[in-house]
C-alpha cells in the first residue's frame, strides 16, 4: 500500500508559515502538521487551524475536499502532492532566520547591568558548583524511598538567575515539542540555538531534576553563556542575517549551509513578496469590505507582494467583498463601490509585474479563477437589481 497525499502551507498575516494540513489518500483522513519553531502566537494560530480541519471533517468530507475548502481561505497556499507524511514532516522541521531573529529579539540588549551580571556569574562558577551533590534516596521507616534532587549551589542559581535576566529564557521557543539541544562537536553554538538551550535546560528543570547538572557537566551551559555573551559584544548583533530560509533543518544535531554558500542580500529596489519571498514585488494594500445591516467590517492585507501572490489576495478580498459587502445601507451606497474600485486601481501595480523569482519563504499562493468566474461574486447582481427595481418604481409612481 502507498502512503501518498496532498498537503496546504497555512500562512499568518506577517508571513511566517504556521503549519500544514496534510491529507493522507489511504489513511482516508486530514492531519495537522504545525512547525515546531513557529512562534507562540503561530502555534495559537495553528490551534485554530486545527479546529477548522475537525470541523470540515465533522461535515462529511473528502480529505482532500477538506483541503480544496480550506485553499479557499487568504493565507493558505495551493495543494500540493508530497509523497508521503515524513516529507510533510521535514517541512514542518525547516527552521528559517526569522525564527532565528525572533529568538535573539527576546533578548534584552538595553540592559547592560544584566549582562555584566551574566558576565560575572559564569565567571564566578568555582569546581565547587560545577560539582552538583545530590540529596534524597534514601528509604524512611515506612518503606517510602526519598525521591533524589540536585542540591545547587549560590553560584549556579545565580548563574540561571542571570540567563533570566537578559532574557535568554523565553516562551518563544517551544522547548517540550523540540529536542533537548546538545553540544555541538566544535564546542560553539549560534546565539539563537543558546537561546534556544537556555530555554530547554531552565524550563526542564522543573520537569526533570538535574537537567541543569546535565548542562554544567557537558559544557553545555557555559557555552550557552560565552555565545550569548559573543552576541551582545558584537555591534551588528541583532541584524538580520541574509539567509535564505532554507538555511537550516531543525533536527537533532542542526545543520546550516557554511557561510561561502550563502547568497547576497535582495536588491532594495526589488523588495520579496511577504507570503512566498519571491522577488520582485510591489508594495500594495487590497481591502475587503462586509456590511451586516447595522453593522460593519473592514479588512486590509499589505505589504510587498509578487504578481501571482498579489493577483491571488486581490481575488480573493474582491470576491469577498461582492458576495458580503452590500448588506448595509452605507455598505451599499459607500464602502462597497469604494473598496471595489480601490481594488482595481491597486492591482493594476501587481498585474505590470514580470513573473517572481523562486520563493524563498513558503508555497506561493493560487490566484485561482478570475473574479468573474466566481459564482458568489454575482452575488452582487442582488441589491444592483434592487437599487434598479426602486429606481423604476419611484419613477413609475412619480408619472
Not at 83 to 106: F, G, K, M, S, Y
Request: aromatic share 8%.
Amino acid at each position: 500500500m502507498t502512503n501518498h497525499g496532498h498537503y496546504i502551507a497555512i500562512t499568518a498575516p506577517d508571513g511566517e508559515v504556521i503549519g500544514y494540513a496534510w491529507a493522507d489518500a489511504d489513511a482516508g483522513d486530514v492531519e495537522w502538521v504545525g512547525r515546531r519553531a513557529s512562534s507562540s502566537s503561530a502555534y495559537d494560530a495553528g490551534m485554530e487551524w486545527y479546529g477548522r480541519i475537525r470541523e470540515a471533517r465533522d461535515r462529511g468530507l473528502t480529505p482532500l475536499g477538506v483541503l480544496h475548502l480550506l485553499s479557499r481561505e487568504p493565507g493558505v497556499g495551493p495543494i500540493t502532492e508530497a509523497a508521503d507524511a515524513t516529507a510533510v514532516e521535514e517541512l514542518a522541521r525547516i527552521v528559517t532566520p526569522a525564527d532565528d531573529q525572533r529568538l535573539l529579539a527576546q533578548l534584552d540588549r538595553d540592559n547592560p547591568e544584566a549582562w555584566r551580571e551574566l558576565a560575572d556569574a559564569f565567571d564566578a562558577l568555582t569546581d565547587e558548583d560545577r560539582d552538583v551533590q545530590w540529596g534524597g534516596g534514601q528509604k524512611s521507616p515506612s518503606g517510602a524511598i526519598h525521591v533524589p534532587f540536585p542540591k545547587y549551589g549560590e553560584g549556579v542559581y545565580r548563574a540561571v538567575h542571570a540567563l533570566h535576566s537578559v532574557g535568554a529564557v523565553t516562551p518563544e521557543h517551544r522547548w517540550v515539542d523540540n529536542h533537548m539541544p546538545t553540544l555541538p562537536p566544535e564546542g560553539r553554538l549560534r546565539p539563537a540555538d543558546a537561546v534556544r538551550a537556555a530555554t530547554a535546560v531552565m524550563r526542564g528543570e522543573r520537569f526533570c531534576d538535574g537537567t541543569i547538572d546535565k548542562a554544567l557537566k557537558s559544557g553545555l551551559l557555559d557555552a550557552v553563556a560565552a555565545s550569548l555573551r559573543a552576541w551582545y559584544a558584537e555591534p551588528a548583533a541583532g541584524q538580520p542575517p541574509p539567509f535564505p530560509a532554507e538555511a537550516r533543518l531543525d533536527s537533532r544535531q542542526v545543520r546550516r549551509l557554511p557561510h561561502p554558500d550563502l547568497p547576497e542580500p535582495p536588491d532594495p529596489a526589488f523588495p520579496m513578496c511577504r507570503f512566498c519571498g519571491g522577488s520582485p514585488a510591489a508594495d500594495v494594500a487590497f481591502r475587503a469590505h462586509r456590511g451586516l445591516v447595522v453593522l460593519m467590517g473592514f479588512r486590509k492585507t499589505d505589504g510587498p507582494m509578487c504578481m501571482t501572490c498579489g493577483l491571488a489576495v486581490y481575488r480573493a478580498l474582491t470576491a469577498h467583498t461582492l458576495a458580503w459587502g452590500w448588506w448595509s445601507p452605507l455598505s451599499l451606497f459607500v464602502f462597497a463601490p469604494l473598496t471595489l474600485v480601490r481594488n482595481i486601481l491597486v492591482v493594476r501595480k501587481v498585474k505590470k509585474l514580470p513573473a517572481p523569482g523562486p520563493g524563498t519563504l513558503g508555497p506561493r499562493y493560487d490566484p485561482g479563477v478570475p473574479v468573474r468566474r466566481r459564482p458568489r461574486a454575482y452575488i452582487a447582481l442582488i441589491p444592483v437589481v434592487w437599487v434598479l427595481f426602486m429606481i423604476v418604481t419611484g419613477l413609475s409612481g412619480g408619472m
